[in-house]
């Protein structure tokens, strides 16, 4: 059994005038995210690696209004799956541990993750849905669209994806409480190895990086991805096009 | 008749160095709605109840303008049915009071609210004339979708409404002077005891909660899943959906 | 002719630590404009009228940059029809005058305004195309909306429009040069005199008010209804709907 | 062979309090870019010219933090075609060079701009997939909207376009690496040489102008003229109109 992480004074560790310090970088974060309409009510979450250290937005909390003393931390040395209840090294006074808490854990674990993110982005539902309506299909593709560049190639992989690759993104069904997504989201990051995020039907997104800027920008990158889908699927224009790898410029 | 509680200074009641104070927060509040397209022109309103001192935005103010000093406050117990005129324990220099005031002293009163706030979103509109097109229906409902956990089970009951439940909005007509809506929105909180929000017909919405954190939150929620009923609506994507209770992920 | 006002020091006009100040509240109010969508590239423009002193936003700013350094000032009482150069009491050093003057002069002088803004809302413009595609339609007609309640009846009436009541706002052709709509929005005024408002095709809206308040809530609204329009449209809603003027709630 | 500028302290050539000084000017600008959703994730880009000095903003930053710590500085003077490896006066520490430096360079060669701006806005990147659809068009026009007198007549041309005229955007095939596109940029240059912008297919748009002031309010223009010619298409409405030049007011 691990051996829990005794914290003197906890609060030391949310506490800190660097404003890239996780425990500052949550909350502004989480405010730019509920301008873009991704963390709605109290929708969506963040949470941030440092080395073993987690720290992670409550559950409940209206986003906008964030605080370094809502932070929760935990230390992944101290996890044990067989526990039920989580350890943390620093809890704040009123809310509750986000329900997110094992997926962001699944992203840190299996694929080194610096940071995770989970929106509730009307984009991305609106996708599922229509994935749901093609015979519920368990993946977004798309193509030969210029920012699918901003995606890694996959963990491991060195560089990125490039303009006529195909960004494949995993759906998985929702389930009525959060922490049951788990076992669905690992399986799909096992399915999809090179992904970096996860759709969940009628639901959101998780999106995660091997540190902050790689998890916004492609939290960012996707969301856009996912407005043009919209787009384009109202306007008749298919996700999946037919161009050659070089398309000659005609004079 | 109620015996009308007096003041020394009523400024003192709108006067406060705490931004959570209601004479401030309800400010701070509109100002936010407005970027939100909430409060448009000089549409919707909000008000705060703190014990049996009742807090309310004025009338034609300029909702992203608003300050301490445009705040009416009434007590809850000087309150008459009887009496046509209201009686206030501070009114503000210049702004009448707003005609929803009615309105939230029903959810105040019948339901415990702690906030209330009416807004004009347009998706809010629209989906009172998708209704309506749809043989006057007088209930929006939708079911399965993430977002519908944003809401309490209803008045007196713990816990919040699940993924996979209805949520039901009634809906009432519209009438010429704002203050008329009363009897129908007391109807409709009758016939829908669990709601906490009332759609008014080619006007908006009125949502509360049982504190500010509740109702706008429940707010936030509610105009997100409007904006997604509407793209629904426009993509054929039906509102009301039949997915089991637990949805097995297939292998 | 008119006997030309002389101003000793024209700096001082446009020079004042009041936010309310005609030369501050204008580039307050146009970057507010920018981040709606009214004002985008150099297009739209802003003038409050005070007495006799009329200040305007010049031709060629960026609106959300704009200095009360840039702003013109003219007195109405300098103004001569034959005079083809207009006067100014007051001109920025590097902008040239608003091609949107006359039409702002039409309100102040024709309508007693406070103050007239001209926005390129692209909501104005596809109104302005709807109409045009239904046999070029001079008029844009919409009943039952509670926003409606944001105008007032007219100029010289008391009291503000109904619910039932229908907003008419006139359209105008085009024409290449700005100024050269002056006589064409004029005969607008005078063939709908309750109007507040009127719409250019293709090119958006000019809106007045009594003052600035009226002005910028009515633009708010009315931006509102065309966005409502629109939408409403595209979901196959009519604008002009049969509701009696009390509309009894069934039980 | 150029002979290199050299720089005592390159570091002195973005550091400035003057806001207008590029190496602020281009933070602030991709910080506003960044909120109209040109700039999502890490694309797009911009560049000022001053005389012989181009600052670039750097590749892989997110552009609303961008800091002139960051910006790149390249002397025109050093700029050799057989060179394949770009001579800077100034690198930042972390970020690579943009890879949209050559087209920058082009717009600053061969059409004396002062200023260029590469956005991946969702509607010029419809625009391009709509104009794909109908038989791979190359070039996108739309006449008779107000907002066309935002462009100026062409390189070398005094005055702006009329409310009549026709604008005409070239647009380009994308290829997999965004310096490669330079050549059609430069053939799309001369076979326009009025346009002040060219459209990349399923990627996004390039706009300069002669200074900052005209790029960017040239950039703005095209992004609302592509939304609502999007916006347009939505509603069955033509983009090229047959009005006459002078449309009679009829009584």
């Known amino acids: ?21 996780p425990a500052n970088l949550i909350p502004s974060l989480c405010a730019k995210f509920w301008t873009l309409g991704w963390v709605t009510g109290t929708g969506g979450g963040c949470s941030i690696r440092d080395g073993n250290l987690v720290y992670l937005a409550p559950s409940g909390v209206q986003k906008e209004l964030m605080k370094p003393a809502d932070i929760y931390v ?55 849905l229509l994935l749901e309506a093609k015979g519920n299909s368990r993946v977004f593709e798309i193509n030969n669209i210029e920012q699918i560049k901003g995606f890694g190639k996959g963990f491991g992989k060195a560089g990125n994806l490039g303009y006529h690759d195909t960004l494949r993104i ?33 639901h959101g997104v998780y999106v995660w990086g091997d540190n902050v800027h790689k998890a916004k920008t492609q939290c960012e990158s996707l969301d ?15 996700w999946i096009s037919d161009i050659a790898q070089i398309a000659p410029q005609r004079s």
Chains 1, 2, 3, 4 share one sequence.
């Open 74 to 128: 935990l230390s992944l040395k101290d996890q044990e799956p067989s526990l039920k209840q989580r350890t943390y090294l620093r809890s704040p006074p009123v809310y509750k541990p986000s329900q997110c808490t094992p997926l962001f854990l699944a992203a840190f674990t299996r694929r080194g993750a610096g940071c995770c993110i989970h929106t509730h982005s009307h984009w991305a539902v609106l996708v599922t």
């Open 1 to 21: 059994m691990a051996e829990t992480t005794v914290v003197d004074n906890p609060d030391q560790l949310i506490t800190s005038t660097d404003p890239e310090h």
């Open 170 to 202: 995993p759906v998985i069904e929702n389930t009525p409480h959060e922490e049951d997504l788990t076992e669905y989201l690992e399986a799909a990051m096992e399915q999809y190895p090179d992904t970096y995020a996860v759709l969940v039907r009628r």
């Open 224 to 238: 856009y991805l996912f407005q043009l889908a919209v787009e384009m699927h109202q306007l008749g224009l298919p």
